[in-house]
T-cell receptor, first 114, second 115 residues
Framework: KAGVTQTPRYLIKTRGQQVTLSCSPISGHRSVSWYQQTPGQGLQFLFEYFSETQRNKGNFPGRFSGRQFSNSRSEMNVSTLELGDSALYLC?????????????FGPGTRLTVL | AQSVTQPDIHITVSEGASLELRCNYSYGATPYLFWYVQSPGQGLQLLLKYFSGDTLVQGIKGFEAEFKRSQSSFNLRKPSVHWSDAAEYFCAVVRISGGYNKLIFGAGTRLAVHP
């Protein structure tokens, strides 16, 4: 069974631009969660989508948004990029809701904001 | 609030030596606990998990962890470390917030292995 895939793997953007990251979960998984990983803040939860609905959200500004499609694939969008948005963005999928089921992570998208 | 503490930021061991990585959590009920490993530039791989039942949990790559409620700990152990175990290790706990659960990670422990 294929694992969680994320595209693209690497991105370089400039301040003020916007970016869209994509995540394809493991087949049969209905929950997709997004995390931001930085050296200073560690791993921080962004949001979770389950059956196309946002179920949970972390403490990030409204510039960070996401959505989930009927095939469970998810996209995350960051608008008006700031230097501090440079990070590894990880996507994780699970069969059930993230808090009650095991999450499996993708390789991440490395975003660099110049 | 529920949280996870990994007291050791860096640990260095010799190949073949035993390993114990510490994890403490603060939580009022029986938590769901996880250990993940991350190699440089990669995502997180699940090593093992504890939901309930036997407090000694076996995972992949020869790792095990023991849930000790009295100490609020979930330490990761391996009897003999291999050079390929060099990576960053994260302990995580499910946290209930606003009626929803989410995974809260510790700061991580970076493991170096000397030949």
């Amino acid at each position: 069974k294929a694992g969680v895939t994320q595209t693209p793997r690497y991105l370089i953007k400039t301040r003020g631009q916007q970016v869209t990251l994509s995540c394809s979960p493991i087949s049969g998984h209905r929950s997709v969660s997004w995390y931001q990983q930085t050296p200073g803040q560690g791993l921080q939860f962004l949001f979770e989508y389950f059956s196309e609905t946002q179920r949970n959200k972390g403490n990030f500004p409204g510039r960070f948004s996401g959505r989930q499609f009927s095939n469970s694939r998810s996209e995350m969008n960051v608008s008006t990029l700031e230097l501090g948005d440079s990070a590894l963005y990880l996507c994780a999928s699970s069969k059930g809701l993230a808090g009650s089921d095991t999450q499996y992570f993708g390789p991440g998208t490395r975003l660099t904001v110049l | 609030a529920q949280s996870v503490t990994q007291p050791d930021i860096h640990i260095t061991v010799s190949e073949g030596a035993s390993l114990e990585l510490r994890c403490n959590y603060s939580y009022g009920a029986t938590p769901y606990l996880f250990w993940y490993v991350q190699s440089p530039g990669q995502g997180l791989q699940l090593l093992l998990k504890y939901f309930s039942g036997d407090t000694l949990v076996q995972g992949i790559k020869g790792f095990e962890a023991e849930f000790k409620r009295s100490q609020s700990s979930f330490n990761l152990r391996k009897p003999s470390v291999h050079w390929s175990d060099a990576a960053e290790y994260f302990c995580a706990v499910v946290r209930i917030s606003g009626g929803y659960n989410k995974l809260i990670f510790g700061a991580g422990t970076r493991l170096a292995v000397h030949p």
